[in-house]
């Protein structure tokens, strides 16, 4: 049915139109039902609204669909019935415990992309298919279907390496010092990162700070030949839908493993990847508290690998506290450049990158990894490779850490009694760090001048809070005082030695690599 | 935040307000936050849209929502931030494959119950708590809570017989035969219906035809007493929440086994159900379509009731055409009258009643169930037993079926050839039903005057739509055209004997029964 198009500025959290109750009679629609709006461009799926309010012959969207549809008010656009589509099926049929075909999660991958699917139906695929009504074949058709729905590209290159962190620990700065380390090397490792999505900063966000981020497909390829690393942000180049999925299911608060694995890998395989080290951080407030859930993780990675034709290594790591001493995106960047500058500096970020660093050299066929990697870092190699990479990616290739600058509003926390430092919670330094504007603002942050296990003097600063303004320091500071994130107390601290990276968990085919280093 | 009340007219799937942008901001709230909305007398948490068009200090709601509490436009109501229920994060569990206590369904079910819960979470719950993801006890757990968002009876008789039917076979009008041959033995059967949800006829809605299906709990009580049974409609006192459930999840076409199991259960746990037959029909068309999604199921009922402390039988019964001859509120009525009247009709109907109370017979002591049962139908006592059931339900004490007439616009659809009755397609039986005004109009229908396995000749009548009107009758014509609901062919057909019921999987403690009959 041709109608006349108009918005509305109510904003909803499904894509709706309204229409009148008359024209939803002729076409034999009701509230629930799907159409089909067409405008100039584009064509969508959307729940209709039936409405006495709407004149006839008119049709009523919110600002979303109006721009997805390429509509323009007073414009004439067409509204069709759409039936349920087949994926709805293979979704109910999941529900009911049914495994599903590689054709099945294609429809469904292929529906969602193409906006066929509401919120409600996203969010009963992502819940039913979960832990233990998915098998890992079912998750590696995901994977595929969801890396199919975006660019897939090939770099003409073989290995290809990958590092990637679950993520949940502040201040977790190593990826440019890993990719760094391994690239000296020439081993190819285009690392794609994330902006935060709950944290105070995610890389895209500090690395953003001294160079871009965004880089189109073939400069990527043409800076891989280069240098060998790359640290930019996933675009929507790769595995597009896996950002529709996220939309959906956010405001639920979930993310259940199977789609989460899919989502991860789905960018993996875009990207070509052969090899990849995971890091899994455990601790309490991080996402995985525990090694046996740690453990069954890797497990179900290392095996989706095996299916994905990707040998996955797991490195479970200590998040019990921030990674060094910054977190916000310009105290970050400043902390990461300084220890490739120096080749050394706060022990877990040196002991994490130079860990993670060692694993990926390992599986690359180097014996010692670790003693390689910080030799690369102590020797300056890694800072060059790093400016290499800084200069492919648009950034000042004299970059020194002193050119960042963070906040100039600043309040200094300070310890209340005489004592060592038992606990640091990370979900605390998270909170005031936004509170004070991190990460939009970039030089919004916090500075831990001690961590766990340090004796402090009553009055010490414990940590200092950044930002780019007054209100907003003050708000940081509103929100540590209602907070416990740093605690002293008179017992000493055991600090176990042993470094950052408390198991490794190998993958299955180690010995191929040899096959591949010689092709 | 006190607000001044408006409406829109706008349908909406999900409760909604619209608040002015500046009042959110004052309140900290944005898009796909709640709110609790209170008015006179109720509360509700609902999902806020912010607006510019809405003037500060006003709140737009839909009808549901003034409707729900209870305010009137113009009206000062207050508004206030509401946080996400516990009950949320005890779903995310469910979905990242926990088993939940009892408390934790509990909460999921009362947020439920109060409104607390958005359509999109109910729908994660449900599609979560899959049959691979849930396990009996929770099964359970989930039955009793939502048994206790309604009112729990105390019949003050043990032991206490009930009959459920899975339904998906059109004219199943068995239910007031069982009742009343079960209830001739002063076996106490508190059977509680319910109408049509997809289906061309409910059993509440042929039985409302000649006798009163709503009955409160005080009735019901006092009609158990005075003659042991009765067939009424379940109502809202009765475990209310799964309506809720209902609402969310119809939209989806989704009902999977474990919450309908707990959705059928909760209410026999309300009534004080002792002692449970259900019926599975199995066909191809109806909701189970082999013995071994029929056995498992049955399984899973038998154990849920162990559980429960209810003896659970199940039998599962032939579906592969219409019980009797007749579909349609009236229709059916009149058949299941007939059979009463003359202890004797359809084969189908009669074997089917006969083969089901027989079971409760034995279920309750009794030998030779089904010899019992058909000797009780046969004698006359079952019919004095339905109209001393129907006089108590308010109907006519003296009612015959030719009292019962239906639609007066009538068309037969004729054989094409002459052969055997090969195949009846229940749903297109259903659609033609439905298509003539059934359930709505009880007068419209079908009469099969031949069923599977007879011979017809070219231009006999196969079967004869009933409507109320014209246009009705049309449009039924016009859906019989379109569809296949009855294939006559050449061959023979290989009718196999043994009765309606094909396998009686009996309760795990039948022995238990005896204590019973003795307290």
């Given at each position: 049915?041709?109608?006349?198009?108009?918005?509305?500025?109510?904003?909803?959290?499904?894509?709706?139109?309204?229409?009148?109750?008359?024209?939803?009679?002729?076409?034999?629609?009701?509230?629930?039902?799907?159409?089909?709006?067409?405008?100039?461009?584009?064509?969508?799926?959307?729940?209709?609204?039936?409405?006495?309010?709407?004149?006839?012959?008119?049709?009523?969207?919110?600002?979303?669909?109006?721009?997805?549809?390429?509509?323009?008010?007073?414009?004439?656009?067409?509204?069709?019935?759409?039936?349920?589509?087949?994926?709805?099926?293979?979704?109910?049929?999941?529900?009911?415990?049914?495994?599903?075909?590689?054709?099945?999660?294609?429809?469904?991958?292929?529906?969602?992309?193409?906006?066929?699917?509401?919120?409600?139906?996203?969010?009963?695929?992502?819940?039913?298919?979960?832990?233990?009504?998915?098998?890992?074949?079912?998750?590696a058709?995901?994977t595929r279907s969801m890396a199919e729905t975006g660019r897939m590209v090939d770099l003409g290159v073989r290995p290809v390496f990958d590092f990637h962190?679950?993520?949940?620990?502040?201040?977790?700065?190593?990826?440019?010092?890993?990719v760094?380390?391994v690239a000296?090397?020439?081993i190819v490792i285009p690392k794609m990162?994330?902006?935060?999505?709950?944290?105070?900063?995610?890389?895209?966000?500090?690395?953003?700070?001294?160079?871009?981020?965004?880089m189109d497909t073939e400069s990527l390829i043409k800076a891989v030949k280069?240098?060998s690393g790359v640290?930019t942000?996933g675009n929507?180049d790769y595995a597009p839908?896996g950002?529709?999925?996220?939309?959906?299911?956010?405001?639920?608060?979930?993310?259940?493993?199977?789609?989460?694995?899919a989502?991860i890998m789905s960018k993996k395989v875009a990207i070509g990847t052969t090899h990849l080290l995971v890091?899994?951080?455990?601790?309490?407030?991080?996402?995985?508290?525990?090694?046996?859930?740690?453990?069954?993780?890797?497990?179900?990675?290392?095996?989706l690998g095996t299916l994905l034709g990707i040998h996955i290594?797991?490195?479970?790591?200590?998040?019990?506290?921030?990674?060094?001493?910054?977190?916000?995106?310009?105290?970050?960047?400043?902390?990461?450049?300084?220890?490739?500058?120096?080749?050394?500096?706060?022990?877990?970020?040196?002991?994490?990158?130079?860990?993670?660093?060692?694993?990926i050299?390992?599986m690359a066929?180097?014996?010692?990894?670790?003693?390689?990697?910080?030799?690369?870092?102590?020797?300056?190699?890694?800072?060059?490779?790093?400016?290499?990479?800084?200069?492919?990616?648009?950034?000042?290739?004299?970059?020194?850490?002193?050119?960042?600058?963070?906040?100039?509003?600043?309040?200094?926390?300070?310890?209340?009694?005489?004592?060592?430092?038992?606990?640091?919670?990370?979900?605390?330094?998270?909170?005031?760090?936004?509170?004070?504007?991190?990460?939009?603002?970039?030089?919004?942050?916090?500075?831990?001048?001690?961590?766990?296990?340090?004796?402090?003097?009553?009055?010490?600063?414990?940590?200092?809070?950044?930002?780019?303004?007054?209100?907003?320091?003050?708000?940081?500071?509103?929100?540590?005082?209602?907070?416990?994130?740093?605690?002293?107390?008179?017992?000493?601290?055991?600090?176990?030695?042993?470094?950052?990276?408390?198991?490794?968990?190998?993958?299955?085919a180690?010995?191929d690599l040899?096959r591949f280093r010689?092709d």
């Amino acid at each position: 049915m041709k109608l006349i198009a108009g918005h509305t500025d109510i904003t909803m959290s499904e894509p709706i139109v309204i229409l009148n109750k008359d024209d939803c009679l002729e076409m034999g629609i009701g509230p629930m039902d799907r159409v089909r709006v067409t405008a100039q461009e584009t064509m969508v799926s959307t729940i209709i609204v039936a409405d006495a309010s709407v004149m006839k012959g008119h049709v009523i969207m919110s600002p979303y669909v109006m721009q997805r549809v390429g509509a323009e008010d007073g414009e004439i656009i067409d509204v069709e019935y759409s039936p349920m589509p087949e994926s709805v099926r293979s979704i109910r049929a999941k529900i009911n415990g049914k495994i599903l075909s590689h054709e099945e999660i294609d429809s469904i991958v292929k529906d969602i992309m193409d906006g066929n699917l509401s919120d409600k139906e996203i969010i009963a695929f992502v819940s039913s298919f979960n832990v233990n009504n998915s098998d890992l074949s079912e998750v590696a058709y995901l994977t595929r279907s969801m890396a199919e729905t975006g660019r897939m590209v090939d770099l003409g290159v073989r290995p290809v390496f990958d590092f990637h962190s679950l993520g949940g620990v502040p201040g977790n700065k190593i990826t440019p010092i890993v990719v760094s380390i391994v690239a000296s090397e020439g081993i190819v490792i285009p690392k794609m990162s994330s902006r935060a999505v709950s944290s105070a900063c995610g890389t895209s966000d500090y690395v953003d700070t001294f160079c871009d981020v965004e880089m189109d497909t073939e400069s990527l390829i043409k800076a891989v030949k280069e240098v060998s690393g790359v640290f930019t942000c996933g675009n929507m180049d790769y595995a597009p839908v896996g950002r529709k999925i996220i939309r959906a299911e956010r405001p639920m608060g979930i993310d259940p493993r199977p789609t989460m694995m899919a989502s991860i890998m789905s960018k993996k395989v875009a990207i070509g990847t052969t090899h990849l080290l995971v890091d899994i951080p455990m601790g309490a407030g991080s996402k995985i508290s525990d090694m046996r859930t740690a453990e069954g993780f890797a497990k179900d990675l290392r095996d989706l690998g095996t299916l994905l034709g990707i040998h996955i290594e797991c490195a479970v790591s200590i998040a019990d506290q921030p990674i060094g001493r910054m977190i916000g995106p310009i105290l970050e960047a400043r902390e990461c450049i300084k220890v490739l500058e120096d080749g050394d500096g706060d022990p877990t970020v040196v002991d994490k990158a130079c860990g993670m660093a060692g694993i990926i050299l390992e599986m690359a066929g180097e014996k010692d990894g670790m003693k390689k990697a910080t030799e690369i870092l102590r020797s300056g190699r890694a800072h060059r490779k790093f400016l290499e990479i800084v200069k492919i990616q648009n950034g000042d290739p004299g970059l020194r850490s002193d050119d960042l600058v963070p906040g100039r509003f600043v309040k200094d926390v300070h310890a209340k009694r005489t004592g060592f430092v038992q606990y640091i919670d990370n979900p605390s330094i998270v909170a005031i760090a936004k509170g004070a504007g991190a990460p939009a603002d970039t030089g919004a942050g916090i500075e831990l001048l001690h961590k766990i296990g340090d004796h402090v003097e009553a009055g010490d600063v414990l940590f200092r809070i950044y930002a780019e303004n007054q209100a907003k320091l003050d708000r940081a500071v509103q929100s540590a005082r209602s907070r416990r994130p740093m605690s002293v107390a008179a017992a000493e601290v055991d600090i176990p030695d042993g470094g950052m990276i408390v198991k490794r968990i190998p993958s299955k085919a180690m010995l191929d690599l040899i096959r591949f280093r010689n092709d």
